[in-house]
C-alpha cells in the first residue's frame, strides 16, 4: 500500500512533507480517506528541526512554556521545538531552572494517560504545550488536555504536525499542514462514513504513531 503514497509539501517550508496513503482508515475516533504518515517528519532529524521551526514560528514570544508534552511518537520534534522556541525567547518563567522540560506520558490499561511520580513535577504548576503527531476530531487533545490538569499542570498550547481543526477548547492548534493542504482530505464518523455504507473493508487502523494493516 506504501507505493500509492503521494507527497505534500508544507505551505511554510520546502524542507518539510508529508506522505498521505489514499484508502479507508479508522482512527479511534473517526475514518478517514487518507493516511497522514509522518513517520519521517519524526524520525529523521533534520525534518523534526524543520518542523519544530515551523512550528516555532507559530507561536509569539508571549506564551510561557516550561514543559511540552510530546504525543503519538513526537519526542525528537519536541525537543527541537524546544531549542527552537529557547532561541525565539519563548522561556519557561516559573522553573527555577529555567529550561524546558520535554516529556511523554504513559497510558494505563484502560486508554488512561497517566503521569509517574517521577515525572508529576514536571506537569505540576507548569504551564504546559501540547505536541501530537495528527488531528482529526480533537478527542485526543480534549482527553491530554483534562489530564494535565488533572496533574495540575496550566496548558498554554497546543501543536500538531497536522490538523483538520483550528482551535479546540479556546485554544488555537497550531500546525505545519492543515486540511487543506490534502486536496480531497475527508474525515467521517464511524457511522456515517460513505465506504463503510458501501461494504468497503478498512485498510487499516491507524493512529498517531502508525498504522497497522488490516
Ligand atoms: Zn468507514
Do not use: W
Given at each position: 500500500m506504501e507505493k500509492r503514497q503521494i507527497k505534500f509539501y508544507a505551505k511554510g517550508s520546502n524542507a518539510a512533507a508529508i506522505h498521505a496513503l489514499p484508502g479507508h482508515f479508522a482512527t479511534s475516533n473517526s475514518h478517514i480517506n487518507y493516511y497522514i504518515d509522518i513517520t519521517s517528519l519524526k524520525t529523521r532529524i533534520n525534518e523534526a528541526k524543520e518542523v519544530a521551526k515551523v512550528l516555532a514560528s507559530?507561536?509569539?514570544?508571549h506564551i510561557t512554556v516550561d514543559t511540552i508534552v510530546c504525543m503519538d511518537g513526537t519526542e525528537v520534534i519536541g525537543a527541537f521545538l524546544s531549542e527552537e522556541m529557547e532561541r525565539r525567547n519563548i522561556l519557561s518563567t516559573i522553573?527555577?531552572?529555567?529550561t524546558v522540560y520535554v516529556v511523554s506520558p504513559e497510558f494505563n490499561s484502560n486508554s488512561q494517560m497517566i503521569f509517574r511520580d517521577n515525572i508529576k513535577p514536571a506537569i505540576a504548576g507548569k504551564h504546559v504545550l501540547l505536541l501530537l503527531a495528527t488531528t482529526t476530531t480533537g478527542a485526543t487533545i480534549q482527553r491530554a488536555l483534562e489530564c494535565v490538569r488533572y496533574y495540575g499542570g496550566n496548558a498554554v498550547g497546543v501543536a500538531s504536525v497536522?490538523?483538520?481543526?483550528?482551535?479546540i477548547e479556546g485554544f488555537p492548534i497550531e500546525s505545519?499542514?492543515?486540511?487543506?493542504?490534502?486536496?480531497?482530505y475527508a474525515a467521517y464518523q464511524p457511522g456515517n462514513c460513505p465506504f463503510c455504507q458501501k461494504g468497503h473493508k478498512l485498510d487499516a487502523m491507524v493512529n498517531g504513531f502508525g498504522y497497522s494493516k488490516l
Amino acid at each position: 500500500m506504501e507505493k500509492r503514497q503521494i507527497k505534500f509539501y508544507a505551505k511554510g517550508s520546502n524542507a518539510a512533507a508529508i506522505h498521505a496513503l489514499p484508502g479507508h482508515f479508522a482512527t479511534s475516533n473517526s475514518h478517514i480517506n487518507y493516511y497522514i504518515d509522518i513517520t519521517s517528519l519524526k524520525t529523521r532529524i533534520n525534518e523534526a528541526k524543520e518542523v519544530a521551526k515551523v512550528l516555532a514560528s507559530r507561536f509569539t514570544s508571549h506564551i510561557t512554556v516550561d514543559t511540552i508534552v510530546c504525543m503519538d511518537g513526537t519526542e525528537v520534534i519536541g525537543a527541537f521545538l524546544s531549542e527552537e522556541m529557547e532561541r525565539r525567547n519563548i522561556l519557561s518563567t516559573i522553573n527555577q531552572h529555567k529550561t524546558v522540560y520535554v516529556v511523554s506520558p504513559e497510558f494505563n490499561s484502560n486508554s488512561q494517560m497517566i503521569f509517574r511520580d517521577n515525572i508529576k513535577p514536571a506537569i505540576a504548576g507548569k504551564h504546559v504545550l501540547l505536541l501530537l503527531a495528527t488531528t482529526t476530531t480533537g478527542a485526543t487533545i480534549q482527553r491530554a488536555l483534562e489530564c494535565v490538569r488533572y496533574y495540575g499542570g496550566n496548558a498554554v498550547g497546543v501543536a500538531s504536525v497536522f490538523s483538520t481543526l483550528e482551535e479546540i477548547e479556546g485554544f488555537p492548534i497550531e500546525s505545519v499542514f492543515e486540511e487543506d493542504d490534502i486536496p480531497g482530505y475527508a474525515a467521517y464518523q464511524p457511522g456515517n462514513c460513505p465506504f463503510c455504507q458501501k461494504g468497503h473493508k478498512l485498510d487499516a487502523m491507524v493512529n498517531g504513531f502508525g498504522y497497522s494493516k488490516l
